[in-house]
């Protein structure tokens, strides 16, 4: 057996970190990949005017499951809006002298939030099915592909998991290495993977206040989700997925 993983953990020891590029002088990497200026933009609905029903939070740990089939139902803006807004949203824009940071709904290594968010959306009401990313900043959808095939790409990327292709939505998150490595150099890479469980954890309890299951997705084929994504798999790359829908009755 190769020794890979042990490896990477002697190699990301404090001591053994490169000098960083914000000690170097180097400017911040930007917050979140800007908006393409042709992008079709969809706003979502403001977090204060979303409703949703009131869940205990001890409620949401111990109901939780993965659930890997969903009632073929689509979810509404305002409950797409609730999921992003708990998972990455942005409470707070601090502008420093030297850069800038976000507090957002998730902790993160030195407020580095190093994720972009993509969507497959299958069944959303108002918004036509395709790839979309999540501008946190903005707090808006940005299409990246309508491509009637791109959810069954996504699915045989996945390893043919049929909840992909069954979900009324499945998050792929895309860490952005710089973002972290900025700071954090080699060690960085290790908060990236610390950092996207704290996101899926969310979507996962809050998925339950609004009746869906998630089934969180991390056995993919790397170089085919990055291909989907638009990700070079080296600068940034597909981290972790988790399929979402409605939970089926009965």
């Known amino acids: 057996m190769k020794d890979t993983g042990k490896q ?51 409620d949401a740990i111990v109901q939780r499951r993965s659930l890997r089939q969903y009632r073929q139902e689509a ?19 601090i502008e420093r002298r030297k850069f800038s940071i976000t507090l957002r709904t998730v902790p993160s290594a030195g407020a580095r939030h190093a994720f972009e968010t993509y ?27 309508i491509d009637p095939g791109v959810a069954e790409a996504l699915t045989q990327a996945c390893m043919g998991q049929k909840q992909v292709l069954n979900s009324a939505v499945t998050f792929a998150w895309a860490a952005v290495v710089e973002r972290m490595a900025w700071r954090y150099v080699e060690r960085g890479y290790r908060y990236l993977f610390l950092d996207v469980g704290h996101v899926c954890q969310n979507v996962s309890l809050v998925a339950e206040a609004i009746d869906c299951g998630v089934c969180a ?33 009965g």
């Open 8 to 58: 990477f953990i002697r190699d990301t020891y404090y001591d053994r970190m490169s000098k960083s590029a914000q000690e170097q002088g180097a400017p911040q990497p930007l917050l979140e990949m800007p908006i393409p200026p042709d992008a079709v933009v969809i706003p979502l609905p403001p977090f204060d005017a979303v409703e949703h029903p009131p869940m205990m939070l001890v």
């Open 75 to 93: 979810l509404s803006m305002g409950e797409l809006s609730l999921l992003l807004q708990t998972s990455q949203g942005i409470t707070e824009l």
């Open 119 to 145: 969507l497959l959306i299958n069944q959303v009401e108002g918004v036509t099915p395709g790839l979309y990313r999540y501008s946190a900043l903005q707090h808006t959808l940005v299409e990246v592909s």
């Open 217 to 249: 997705i991390a056995a993919y084929d790397d170089e085919a989700v990055n291909d989907v994504l638009g990700l070079d798999g080296e600068n940034q790359f597909a981290i972790y997925l988790a399929a979402l829908g409605k939970k089926p009755t």
